[in-house]
């Protein structure tokens, strides 16, 4: 497992950052060649992967997701067989005058010594929770369809 060591390190081009809006970033002491994955941290999201060129070196730019919740975070770089290295940043909630987040960046590739890596898929976020369980509902249903039953047949039962 990766650890964190003297002569790793990742800067960013920012200490904040809106929800939905994008952040670059550099980071050196790796291994020549190696695939560095690019995480936000507080709850761990994959942002993407890049590869250090001939000096250890890793730069991109990464979109952090309109869902993330506003307050401090780290950007964590983790080398495959080498080090990590992270930065503070603090996230702030996306603007309420946009609230299909529309003006936001869309993911950008990750560069490294100017060769285009592609971005990683972005996982579709689940729409908050309104209203009731349907399944409370159907359950109910499904117990006051079976009471029913059980009444007529005793019902029947005593008539004959």
């Not at 690019?38 to 991109?60: F, K, Y």
């Not at 890596?117 to 006051?144: D, F, H, K, M």
Request: cysteine-free; aromatic content about 2%.
């Amino acid at each position: 497992m990766p650890t964190p060591g003297p002569g790793t390190t990742v800067k960013v081009s920012a200490e904040t950052v809106v929800a939905g809006g994008s952040l670059s970033f550099t980071g050196s002491g790796f291994i020549p060649g190696e695939s560095v994955a690019v995480w936000l941290n507080s709850d761990p999201i994959l942002l993407g992967r890049v590869v250090a060129d001939a000096n250890g070196t890793v730069a991109g730019v990464v979109t952090i997701g309109p869902n993330t919740a506003p307050g401090a975070h780290s950007i964590q770089l983790i080398g495959d067989s080498s080090r990590t290295a992270s930065a503070s940043i603090i996230v702030l909630a996306a603007s309420s005058t946009d609230p299909d987040n529309s003006t936001a960046s869309a993911p950008l590739a990750h560069r490294t010594s100017g060769a285009p890596v592609p971005a990683p898929a972005l996982a579709r976020p689940e729409l908050a929770q309104t209203g009731v369980n349907p399944a409370v509902w159907l359950s109910a249903g499904i117990i006051a369809l079976l009471a029913g039953a059980m009444l007529t047949v005793t019902g029947r039962r005593r008539r004959t």
